[in-house]
């Protein structure tokens, strides 16, 4: 009778071993049934935000849904209004950076051209090693520079400017 006994039990225990397995199945199901079904309530959200399968919903239901796509929008123009002005920000920031730039440009420009016509009022009085002036010498080239290039005899003309005698060699 003991014998008996025990193996009742041990059945039962084995019985019980087993069945766990099948709770923790019966437990992933309802989980995946649940994810299935949320995942069905958003997909028919989503569908109804795009204006689609609105027959069902009451009056109610599609007042909440307007006021929930205003919402939206208007968070989507806020968004965009402020990347614009982050936009229009950067855009002055860069009109300025080119602005200090074009008026740097402009300084260096007119330094330049007021050093030019110095150097050229400088160089109008200077004499040669000759006794030239510069105006005569370059009277005399541009007179010369006339005649025809077959006249050309291949010597080299230098014209030495604001040097004393001897300091060119």
Sequence with gaps: MNEIIDKYNTHSNNLGKADQPSLDLNLEHSKY???NEQLAEASLRLRQMRGEDL????????????KNLEAGLHRVLQTKDQQ?????????????QLADE????????????????????????VITEDGQSSESV????????????????????????????GAWK
């Design 102 to 125: 074009n008026m740097q440009l402009r300084n260096q420009v007119f330094q330049i051209s007021t050093a030019g016509k110095q150097v050229v009022a400088d160089t109008e009085n």
């Design 33 to 35: 049934a649940n994810l």
């Design 84 to 96: 614009f002005m982050e936009q229009i920000s950067e855009l002055q920031r860069k009109s300025s």
């Design 55 to 66: 027959e069902g919903l009451s009056v109610d239901e599609l007042q909440q849904l307007e």
């Design 138 to 165: 370059m009277t005399a080239l541009h007179s010369g520079s006339s005649q025809s290039p077959d006249n050309d005899d291949g010597s080299d003309v230098s014209l030495k400017l604001g040097l004393p005698c």
